[in-house]
């Protein structure tokens, strides 16, 4: 039976690339996003040309009724959902010093980053352990939450961000430890500085990093970068280490003197 990996903010950036490997890796893709189909129609042009099945669903995870509309579709789509990738997130619209920072802007990157990750999570959860184990299948699911380096790093312009993120790790955690006795493994990749949408605003500040020798890997990160390193977490034989985290960061968490 031919496996299917759902993906959300999978049509664009980090998410694309990480379902379209996903894609190459073997798997059905159900992919979630924001915007109409047509925003996105070169990178769906790029799965047909890779010969992949796919299913696009324009919804936000935050919604209740998105949630369960997504899981109803893979499921009569492609039969069940073997891999979930918590993609899916939003930096603050403005950078606004710690002291500055909004309610409005708090509720809304926790509410995407954090509490939306937090419940599709349990509902995708909920389907595959209602599902009948592949034959031969070493696990029920993989679940890959794609958090940051800045669930550890301070960025006081943008600490709803941080605390979404640190969130997203203690979901890790906390899902990693309940669901193993489910047979379903729980791991997360912590991105870096990666080239995408989200980090062109402040290109010069990192430029200017990449330079100073910052980063022990003194280049931008890009998509394919977590894309590999989520394919193998998805792998078949990834299945005896469960609640770790990788840096994707180019050894940006080395402490150094």
């Known amino acids: 039976?031919?496996?299917?990996?759902?993906?959300?903010?999978?049509?664009?950036?980090?998410?694309?690339?990480?379902?379209?490997?996903?894609?190459?890796?073997?798997?059905?893709?159900?992919?979630?996003?924001?915007?109409?189909?047509?925003?996105?129609?070169?990178?769906?042009?790029?799965?047909?040309?890779?010969?992949?099945?796919?299913?696009?669903?324009?919804?936000?995870?935050?919604?209740?009724?998105?949630?369960?509309?997504?899981?109803?579709?893979?499921?009569?789509?492609?039969?069940?959902?073997?891999?979930?990738?918590?993609?899916?997130?939003?930096?603050?619209?403005?950078?606004?010093?710690?002291?500055?920072?909004?309610?409005?802007?708090?509720?809304?990157?926790?509410?995407?980053?954090?509490?939306?990750?937090?419940?599709?999570?349990?509902?995708?959860?909920r389907q595959m352990i209602s599902q009948k184990k592949c034959e031969g299948a070493k696990k029920q699911g993989t679940i890959v939450n794609v958090s940051s380096c800045s669930a550890v790093v301070s960025s006081v312009s943008r600490g709803e961000y941080c605390i979404s993120k640190a969130g997203v790790s203690m979901l890790t955690t906390l899902y990693a430890d309940r669901l193993a006795r489910e047979g379903i493994i729980v791991n997360e990749v912590r991105p870096g500085v990666i080239a995408t949408d989200m980090t062109a605003v402040v290109k010069e500040k990192y430029d200017r990093m990449f330079a100073e020798g910052v980063f022990p890997i003194a280049r931008w990160g890009t998509p394919e970068d977590l894309a590999g390193v989520v394919s193998a977490f998805c792998s078949a034989d990834f299945c005896y280490s469960t609640g770790n985290y990788v840096d994707v960061d180019g050894g940006f968490h080395i402490q150094r003197l």
């Open 1 to 125: 039976m031919k496996k299917t990996a759902v993906v959300t903010g999978g049509a664009r950036g980090i998410g694309f690339s990480i379902a379209r490997r996903l894609g190459q890796d073997g798997f059905n893709l159900v992919i979630i996003d924001m915007n109409a189909m047509e925003d996105y129609q070169d990178n769906f042009n790029a799965l047909d040309a890779d010969g992949t099945d796919w299913l696009y669903i324009r919804g936000n995870i935050c919604s209740a009724e998105d949630r369960k509309r997504v899981i109803s579709s893979a499921v009569e789509r492609f039969g069940g959902i073997h891999v979930l990738v918590n993609n899916a997130g939003v930096a603050p619209k403005v950078r606004a010093d710690l002291l500055e920072m909004t309610e409005e802007s708090f509720d809304r990157v926790i509410g995407i980053n954090t509490k939306g990750t937090m419940f599709f999570t349990q509902a995708v959860a």
